[in-house]
Nanobody, 122 residues
């Protein structure tokens, strides 16, 4: 069994910062990809940022320059550092990871955390 647990959401004023953390635990051989998605009320879930095991990153255009994703392979964690937050960033943020439970890529699965609410409001 693999679990992803997010933390760090909350209420912040426009222009403020928040740090989201995602910790993976369980039967893990390798975490090949970690990513953050978000879903605002009435909208579809969208990719925010992702990072490979080697540290290669991709960001959605709407967060470039404001958010930074990082990971610690030894601790099986990922962090999304968010700054210059705007009201439009209000959403449930969820961690996603592509995890191999055994060396073979045939044992690669996608896992989701429970989500954490981020509210940007004055």
């Amino acid at each position: 069994q693999v679990q992803l647990v997010e933390s760090g959401g909350g209420l912040v004023q426009p222009g403020g910062s928040l740090r989201l953390s995602c910790a993976a635990s369980g039967s893990i051989f390798s975490i090949d990809l970690m990513a953050w998605y978000r879903q605002a009320p009435g909208k579809q879930r969208e990719l925010v940022a992702r990072i490979t095991r080697d540290g290669n990153t991709n960001y959605a255009d709407f967060v470039k320059g404001r958010f930074t994703i990082s990971r610690d392979n030894a601790k099986n964690t990922a962090v999304l550092q968010m700054s210059s937050l705007e009201a439009e960033d209000t959403a449930v943020y969820s961690c996603n990871a592509v995890i191999r439970t055994r060396p073979s890529f045939a044992n690669s699965y996608s896992y989701w955390g429970q989500g954490t609410q981020v509210t940007v409001s004055a």
